[in-house]
């Protein structure tokens, strides 16, 4: 299976696993819609042919998942900058605390679930836009050379990017962003699109937990810190 429809039956299965959780346990319905809404979203993704596979149509596909999110993330609450670890199945989630933040969950407790617990306090776990991309992608050696390669080669979006380390955290100078979302939950807790992939690509290449820390815009140029923890 390709990375195109690799995407699209993962966003399937979320979908799906949202909507029975929600229906079932919580008895939500904004999110068991919500859910219905990505798994038909997954099945239409599978059923899309993948060749040729236009940049942009890529780029859009990871905007229209950020909308998603922001209805989850506005759904719970989320107050808290979010995590991105490195799970053992290859692929890059997001750790959000819900209430307290005790720091990142350990990639391996209680897996599959969507609200988690970590020393008493809860923690959203979702797959972020870009996860996928980096689990099924070949990856260039070098964190500089990898984030080119997803953010300019495969998404186009943006026109450049440069690195810089600074003690634990990475300095990213992003020229020509292109990626447009009006979602400001998940800009306040996953960061811009630009920023939320980059992490992604951080975490999977330095096995690190890695979060946005700070994003700044001036003319033309996005400069976005990414704090690498422990």
Known sequence: MDGFHAFGASLASFGAALALYSYLLISSTPMTALGIGLLILGLSILLTPTEPMPRRTVRALLEGSTLGLEALLEEVDAQHKAYYVQHDDGRVYTHVPLVSDKGPMPPGLQAGRL????????????????????????????????????????????????????????????????????????????????????????????????????????????????????
């Open 115 to 230: 609200i988690a617990e970590w020393q008493g306090e809860p923690y959203l776990i979702v797959l972020p836009p870009g996860s996928e991309l980096v689990r099924l992608g070949e990856l260039p050696e070098g964190l500089e050379a990898a984030l080119s390669e997803v953010l300019v080669d495969q998404t186009e979006l943006c026109e450049s990017v440069t690195t810089v380390h600074r003690g634990d955290c990475i300095v990213l100078e992003v020229r020509g962003a292109r990626g447009l979302i009006g979602a400001g939950r998940f800009i306040r807790v996953m960061g811009s699109l630009e920023a939320s992939v980059a992490a992604c690509v951080a975490a999977a290449i330095l096995k690190r937990p890695v979060r946005v820390a700070l994003e700044r815009d001036e003319v033309r140029v996005r400069t976005i810190v990414l704090e690498v923890l422990e």
